[in-house]
C-alpha cells in the first residue's frame, strides 16, 4: 500500500487524461486500485506474461479474487454513491473472463508505470504520457461496429447505383458515337469530326469514371468482407461469454441473461451478408475468393445462433421429469412453412469431444425429447421448450480406478436442420448443454452436485469436454466456495478471512497452520472424495450441511453478523478466554453434518473459568424451535461476543407467548434446557490469531470495532472445553 500512498499523491498533478491513461475507466477503473491496494500490492503481477497458458488459472483466480473483493468492500460501504459505483465496477469486470491473463498483465503494466511515475520528479513540465491500454470491450461486437459495416455496405448500393447510370450513360454515347461515324464516312464534314472528337473525349472519361469505380467497388466489397469477419469473429466470442458466464452462474456469479442485444447483432449480420453475397452477384462476374468468404460466415453464424437459453439441471434423477429451453438468435430469418423440430439426446464424454457428426450410438434414452420451435411476436424469441423430459435408462462408460457414478459427465445435445430466407440450402445445426450427472437415487445428490460444482468452478474455457483439472489454489477453492455460499445463502455477508483460515485447516487437515494457505494446491480427493479425518463425510458434504441449514433457517442471523461461523478450536479459546462467564458465540459444528452450536464461557468448581459448547443444533432441532427462542430459553448464556446483551440483540427473532387457547385447556410450550453431563477435550496448541471483526448490525459498531481491534495473545493456558447436551422440556400453566 506504500506505493499507492505515494502515487496517489502525485496524481493529483498530473493531467485527467494521463490518469484515464493510466487508470482506464472502461477497463481498471482508479477505484479499483484505491479500494483493493494493499491486497494489489501483495499479489506478485511482475509473473505474468502474455502467451503463457499454464499462468491462465493463476490469472483467472485473481480476477476472481479481485471481483469478490470489489463486492464485499461495496457491501461494507456505508457511502450508497461508492456502494454502487463499486458494484458497477465488479461486474463489468466480469468481461476479462475471457481473458484472465490480459488482465493479470494488464495490473502488472500498471504497477510498472507508477514505479516509472515514483523514480522522477513529483511536479513535471511535461509528465509522461502513457499508452491507453486496449479497451476489453472493443473485443466484442457493439453498435457501432455493426453500424460503421451497415454505412460500408450502403455505400457499395450507392456505387454500384452511379456505376449503373454512368453504363446507361456511356451506352448512349456510344450508340451516338456510331451514328455520326456514318455522315463522316459518306461527306468527310469537318464540324462532324470536330463533334465526333467531342464525344470520343467523353466517352474515353466515361470509361475512366466507370473503370475507377469499379475498381473502387470491389475494394469496398472486400473491405466489408473484411469487417463483417470481424465483427462475426467478436459476436461469436461474446457469445461464448455469454455461455462462460451462464457456467459461471452455477456457483453464483452475476450472470446477465438477457440474449436480445446478441440477438440484434446475429440478425444484423446476416442482414449484412445477405446483401453482400447479392452485391456480389450483381459485379457480373464472380470472385470466388469472397463468395467462398461469405459462404463459410453464413454458416458459422447459422450454427453459432442456437443457444440453450434455460439450462437443464445438472444433477438429474432418472425416471424425473425436467425442463429447458433452447433459443434461436435467428429466429425471425427461418424460412416459412415446414416447422423446425429440435431432437435431444444424451451423450457421454467420449461423443461431446467428437461433434463433426451426429452421435449414432445412444447412451442414454430420453423421453419427451422433441420439440417445435415457436416464435413469440411480443418477446421476438423463437425458443423450442422441452417441458417433461425424462432419462429413462443410462449406459455407463467403464469406469477408471476409484472413480464413481456420480462423477461421470454428460450432456444434452439438441439438433436440428434449419432453412434460413434467402438461403438456397439447409444447414445442420446443434449445441450441447452444460455438463450434468445422472443419479439412480436421491442419496447421490449430494456427490453429483460436487462434480459439478468442481466442473464449473475450475474448467477451462474452450476445453475439451469435459477436461478440468484435478488441483487447484486453496485461493480458487475459496472463492468458489464464498460465491455459492452467498448466493445459496441469498445474503451479501460474506465469509471473512477467519472462515476462510479455518475452512483450509480442515480441508488440508492442518490446524496447527497459521500461514497462508492461498497457494497451496486442493484437490478434487479432498474436496468431496477422501472423507475428513475422523468422520464419516467429506469436506463439500460438511459444507453443503452448513449451507442448507443457513439458507433453511439462519439467513436473517448470518445477514445481520450473528453467526460467528466458521472457527476452529484454537481461535474459540484465544478469542474467548478472558472474557466474562455467559459470554458466547454462534458457530458451525465441526463434527456434525449441518448442525450449529452456541460455545460460551462458564465458571468452573474451583472458580476458574471453561468454555463449553451445547450439543449442535441440526435443521430437525430449529424447525421445532427457532434458534433465537433456544438462545432465550438458556440462562448460561448472556452477552454475544465480545459484550452484547443476549435480549437486545437477538430480541426480533423471540417468538410471542401465544394467547390462551379456546376451549379452557391449559397451554402447552417449549423450551430449551442444557444438561450438566459434559465430555471434556483439551483444545490443540495455540497460535496467534487475531479477533474476528465480526459486526452486529444495528448496535454499536464503532465500540464492537474498536474492541475486536485488539490483539489477542499468542499463547494461553489450556482451559477445559466440554459438550453440553440440550434438551426440550414442556412447561405448563394453569
Known amino acids: 500500500m506504500a506505493q499507492w500512498l505515494r502515487i496517489s499523491q502525485m496524481l493529483q498533478c498530473l493531467p485527467d487524461d494521463t490518469v484515464n491513461n493510466l487508470y482506464p475507466p472502461s477497463a481498471f477503473p482508479i477505484e479499483v486500485r484505491h479500494f483493493l491496494a494493499e491486497w494489489i500490492e501483495r499479489q506478485r503481477w511482475d509473473d505474468f506474461a502474455l502467451g503463457n497458458v499454464e499462468q491462465v488459472s493463476q490469472a483467472r483466480a485473481l480476477l476472481d479474487q479481485t471481483i469478490n473483493m470489489l463486492q464485499s468492500v461495496a457491501q461494507h460501504n456505508s457511502n ?150 470481424q465483427c462475426q469473429t467478436r459476436l461469436i466470442s461474446r457469445l461464448k461469454a455469454w455461455r462462460w458466464d451462464q457456467q459461471k452462474a452455477t456457483i453464483g456469479q452475476p450472470f446477465d441473461e438477457n440474449l436480445n442485444p446478441l440477438q440484434t447483432w446475429c440478425e444484423q449480420l446476416l442482414g449484412v451478408n445477405g446483401k453482400l453475397r447479392q452485391e456480389l452477384v450483381l459485379m457480373g462476374e464472380p470472385i470466388p475468393e469472397l463468395q467462398e468468404r461469405l459462404g463459410k460466415l453464413l454458416q458459422v453464424l447459422i450454427q453459432s445462433s442456437l443457444v440453450v437459453d434455460r439450462q437443464p439441471p445438472q444433477v438429474i434423477k432418472t425416471q424425473s421429469k425436467f425442463s429447458t429451453t433452447v433459443r434461436y438468435l435467428l429466429g425471425e430469418r427461418v424460412a416459412p412453412g415446414k416447422p423446425v423440430v429440435l431432437k435431444a439426446q444424451i451423450i457421454n464424454e467420449l461423443q461431446a469431444r467428437n461433434l463433426s457428426s451426429v452421435p449414432c450410438d445412444n447412451v442414454g434414452e430420453l423421453i419427451n425429447n422433441t420439440a417445435i420451435l415457436e416464435h413469440n411476436t411480443s418477446s421476438k424469441s423463437t425458443c423450442a421448450t422441452f417441458r417433461n423430459m425424462s432419462i429413462k435408462k443410462i449406459k455407463r462408460a467403464d469406469r477408471k480406478g476409484s472413480e464413481s457414478v456420480t462423477e461421470e459427465k454428460f450432456a444434452l445435445l439438441f439438433s436440428t436442420e434449419i432453412t434460413i430466407t434467402g438461403c438456397d440450402t439447409p444447414y445442420r445445426i446443434q449445441m450441447i448443454s452444460l455438463p450434468v450427472v445422472v443419479i439412480v437415487h436421491g442419496s447421490q445428490d449430494h456427490n453429483a452436485l460436487a462434480t459439478i460444482i468442481w466442473d464449473c468452478a475450475f474448467s477451462e474455457p474452450d476445453r475439451v469436454p469435459f477436461m478440468v483439472s484435478e488441483r487447484v489454489p486453496w485461493r480458487m477453492m475459496y472463492g468458489t466456495l464464498n460465491s455459492k455460499f452467498t448466493s445459496e445463502v441469498l445474503t451479501c455477508h460474506n465469509l471473512d478471512q477467519y472462515n476462510q483460515h479455518f475452512l483450509a485447516q480442515k480441508i488440508f487437515d492442518k490446524p496447527d497452520f497459521a500461514d497462508d494457505f492461498s497457494n497451496i494446491l486442493v484437490t478434487w480427493a479432498q474436496f468431496n472424495k477422501e472423507v475428513l479425518p475422523g468422520r464419516p463425510f467429506t469436506f463439500w458434504q460438511w459444507f453443503e450441511g452448513v449451507m442448507e441449514l443457513t439458507k433453511k433457517h439462519l439467513r436473517e442471523y448470518w445477514s445481520k453478523g450473528l453467526i460467528f461461523g466458521f472457527i476452529g478450536k484454537q481461535h474459540l479459546h484465544l478469542i474467548l478466554k478472558d472474557r466474562p462467564n455467559g459470554t458466547f458465540l454462534l458457530r458451525f459444528s465441526d463434527s456434525e453434518i449441518g448442525g450449529i452450536t452456541i460455545a460460551y464461557v462458564s465458571a468452573t468448581e474451583n472458580g476458574g473459568q471453561k468454555i463449553q459448547n451445547i450439543q449442535p443444533f441440526t435443521k430437525r432441532d430449529l424447525e421445532i424451535r427457532s434458534l433465537g427462542d433456544r438462545i432465550r430459553d438458556i440462562d448460561h448464556i448472556t452477552y454475544l461476543y465480545p459484550e452484547f446483551p443476549k435480549h437486545e440483540v437477538f430480541k426480533t427473532f423471540y417468538t410471542e407467548p401465544q394467547a390462551s387457547p379456546i376451549g379452557g385447556y391449559i397451554p402447552v410450550s417449549l423450551q430449551t434446557k442444557v444438561g450438566t453431563q459434559a465430555s471434556s477435550d483439551t483444545p490443540p496448541p495455540l497460535t496467534s490469531l487475531p479477533e474476528s471483526p465480526h459486526s452486529v448490525v444495528g448496535f454499536d459498531a464503532q465500540g464492537l470495532a474498536q474492541r475486536r481491534e485488539e490483539k489477542a495473545p499468542g499463547v494461553c493456558q489450556h482451559q477445559q472445553q466440554a459438550t453440553t447436551p440440550h434438551a426440550l422440556s414442556f412447561l405448563t400453566s394453569s
Not at 458494484?87 to 508505470?113: C, G, H, P, Y
Not at 461527306?187 to 470520343?200: R, S
Open 80 to 229: 450508497v454513491v461508492d456502494k454502487m459505483k463499486l458494484m458497477q465496477i465488479s461486474r463489468n469486470m466480469t468481461m476479462f473472463q475471457q481473458d484472465s491473463l490480459q488482465f493479470a498483465v494488464m495490473v502488472r503494466e500498471i504497477l510498472t508505470k507508477e514505479r516509472v511515475l515514483l523514480g522522477t520528479p513529483a511536479q513535471m513540465p511535461n509528465p509522461p504520457q502513457f499508452q491507453q491500454y486496449p479497451n476489453i470491450e472493443s473485443s466484442f461486437p457493439n453498435m457501432q461496429d455493426v453500424d460503421h459495416l451497415v454505412l460500408k455496405v450502403i455505400e457499395v448500393q450507392d456505387i454500384r447505383q452511379k456505376m449503373h447510370q454512368l453504363q446507361e450513360e456511356l451506352n448512349w454515347e456510344r450508340q451516338n458515337y456510331e451514328v455520326l461515324q456514318a455522315p463522316i464516312q459518306q461527306n468527310g464534314l469537318d464540324h462532324t469530326k470536330l463533334e465526333i472528337q467531342k464525344l470520343q473525349n467523353h466517352i474515353q472519361k466515361l470509361e475512366y469514371n466507370v473503370k475507377a469505380m469499379a475498381t473502387k467497388r470491389f475494394q469496398l466489397l472486400k473491405e466489408c468482407v473484411d469487417c463483417l469477419d
